[in-house]
C-alpha cells in the first residue's frame, strides 16, 4: 500500500513537473574567452500546449562588463521533453568583458505566460540558470595599456588640403578613422596626437559608430578621430607615425595597425600678420562675447516671464477673493445670527457676573427661540421652576433699589445649560424630522 501511494505521489509530481515551463541558458563561447570579445548568452523558455503572451526578458547588468540585448524579435522553436511536445522562445544578450576576471550572471526572472489548462492563461515567474565565464587577456598582451581582440582592424587618414604647397599661418585638418571587426566603437581606445615646435594641434571630439546585423550583432565598431594642424612659421616638419596594437582573434596574435611618418615643407608667407592666433582660438574667442549676449537674454526673459506670472497668480486670486467675498460675508452673518451664537454670548456674560449684559442676551437668545412670544410668557411657559427662580434673581438685580448684594450668574449658567439640553435640542431635532417629506407615505 505505501509503495503504490509513493508511486501515485511520484506520478503526480512528475506529472505537474512536465506541465512547467523550462529555462536553458548557455554562453556562446564558453571558454578561452578574451577581455573585450563578444560572449552570447542564449536564453531558451520553453512550455507546453503554447505560449498566450510574449515573455518577459529583462535587461540586467554585469559588473566589468557591457551587456546588450538586440533590438529584434525573439526566435520560436519546439523541442521535445519526455513524451510531450514543448514549444519555446529563445532571447539572445551579448556580453563584453571590460577586463580580466570571473564573470557571473546575475539573478534573472522571467515572467512567461502560457495555456497550462488551455484556453485559460497562466503566468508563471522562471529563474535562469546560474551561470558564469572566465575573460582572461593573453600573455604577450598583459603588458599593453589596453587590450582590443578582434578578428581585422584597419586605420586610414584623410588630409583636408594637400600637403605640398603649405605656408606659415594656414590650418590643415587631419582625419583619422579605426575601424575594427565585430567590435564596439566605444571600445577602441582614443588616439595621441603629436607634432613638433612650431605646429599647434587642435583635437576634436571623436565620433563613434557601431554598424550592426539585423540580429543585433556588431558588424564593425567606428571611431573617427580629427586634429586641425596650425603652422605658426616655415619650416621643414615631420609628424610621428601612429601605431596602434590589437590581438588577432584569428591568428591569436599580437598586430599592429599603424600610420608611417607624415612630412611636408612650410614656405614662408609674406601675408602673415606676426603672431596671427589660431583660427582655433579666434572662433572660441568671438563665439565667448555671444555666449555671454545669449546667456543674459535668456535671463532677462526669465526673469520677464516669472514677473507676468506672478502678476497673472497675484490677480487670478484677488479676483477669486472678490468673487467668494459675498459669500463668506453672508455665511458669517448667518453664523452670528444662529441660535448657538446668542446662546454663546449668553453664556459669556453670564459668566462674566455682567448683568446688564446678561439680561440683553437672554431677551436675544429667546427671541431666536420663540419668534412672536413676549419674554414673560416664554419664562412663564417654558422655563423650569429653577430656571425661572435664577431669571427673576436676574431682573431683581437689575430693577429692585434694596438689593445691594452682587448678582452672580454661575447658577443661572447650569440651568440655562440645562435648560437648553433638555427643552431646546429636541425642539431643534423635532423642527428638522419635521421639515422632511415621508418617503413611505
Not at 526673469?303 to 497675484?314: D, Y
Request: glycine share 4%; with cysteine.
Amino acid at each position: 500500500m505505501r509503495r503504490l501511494l509513493l508511486a501515485i505521489i511520484l506520478f503526480t509530481s512528475l506529472h505537474v513537473l512536465a506541465q512547467s515551463p523550462v529555462v536553458r541558458a548557455h554562453f556562446e563561447p564558453s571558454q578561452n574567452i578574451m577581455v573585450g570579445q563578444p560572449v552570447k548568452l542564449i536564453v531558451s523558455v520553453f512550455v507546453p500546449n503554447y505560449f498566450t503572451g510574449s515573455p518577459d526578458f529583462p535587461e540586467f547588468e554585469m559588473e566589468n562588463a557591457v551587456v546588450v540585448m538586440p533590438q529584434d524579435r525573439p526566435e520560436n522553436s519546439n523541442t521535445q521533453i519526455g513524451d510531450a511536445k514543448y514549444f519555446g522562445i529563445t532571447q539572445t544578450y551579448v556580453i563584453y568583458p571590460q577586463q580580466a576576471g570571473d564573470f557571473r550572471l546575475p539573478t534573472i526572472k522571467l515572467s512567461v505566460p502560457y495555456a497550462q489548462t488551455p484556453p485559460k492563461t497562466t503566468m508563471a515567474q522562471v529563474v535562469v540558470p546560474t551561470l558564469s565565464f572566465h575573460a582572461d587577456v593573453p600573455a604577450a598582451a598583459r603588458g599593453l595599456a589596453y587590450f582590443l581582440p578582434t578578428t581585422q582592424l584597419t586605420i586610414t587618414e584623410k588630409w583636408s588640403r594637400s600637403l605640398k604647397k603649405i605656408q606659415a599661418g594656414d590650418t590643415i585638418e587631419r582625419t583619422v578613422t579605426i575601424t575594427a571587426s565585430k567590435m564596439q566603437a566605444m571600445l577602441i581606445p582614443p588616439l595621441q596626437f603629436a607634432a613638433p615646435d612650431g605646429l599647434r594641434i587642435y583635437s576634436s571630439e571623436p565620433a563613434v559608430r557601431d554598424q550592426k546585423t539585423p540580429r543585433g550583432d556588431f558588424v564593425y565598431g567606428q571611431r573617427i578621430e580629427t586634429a586641425k594642424y596650425y603652422v605658426e612659421k616655415p619650416g621643414a616638419y615631420t609628424l610621428p607615425a601612429i601605431e596602434l596594437q590589437w590581438w588577432n582573434l584569428n591568428t591569436h596574435r599580437l598586430a599592429t595597425a599603424s600610420l608611417p611618418p607624415t612630412s611636408f615643407q612650410a614656405a614662408t608667407n609674406p601675408g602673415l600678420v606676426a603672431e596671427l592666433p589660431p583660427p582655433q582660438r579666434n572662433e572660441q574667442t568671438e563665439q565667448a562675447p555671444k555666449r555671454k549676449a545669449s546667456i543674459h537674454w535668456r535671463r532677462i526673459a526669465v526673469i520677464t516671464l516669472q514677473g507676468i506670472l506672478c502678476v497673472a497668480i497675484i490677480y487670478f486670486v484677488y479676483l477669486t477673493v472678490q468673487a467668494l467675498r459675498p459669500r463668506v460675508v453672508a455665511l458669517r452673518k448667518k453664523q452670528q445670527e444662529s441660535e448657538t451664537a446668542y446662546f454663546h454670548r449668553l453664556i459669556h456674560a453670564a459668566k462674566k457676573d455682567d448683568a446688564p449684559i446678561t439680561y440683553n442676551c437672554l431677551l436675544q437668545w429667546f427671541a431666536r427661540l420663540y419668534p412672536g412670544q413676549s419674554f414673560s410668557d416664554v419664562v412663564t411657559l417654558h422655563a423650569s421652576p429653577d430656571l425661572q427662580t435664577q431669571i427673576f434673581g436676574l431682573t431683581r438685580s437689575l430693577y429692585a433699589q434694596a438689593d445691594s448684594q452682587r448678582w452672580r450668574g454661575q447658577t443661572l449658567v447650569k440651568e440655562l445649560q440645562h435648560f437648553r439640553a433638555t427643552a431646546v435640542a429636541p425642539k431643534t431635532r423635532s423642527k428638522t424630522h419635521g421639515s422632511l417629506v415621508g418617503l413611505n407615505p
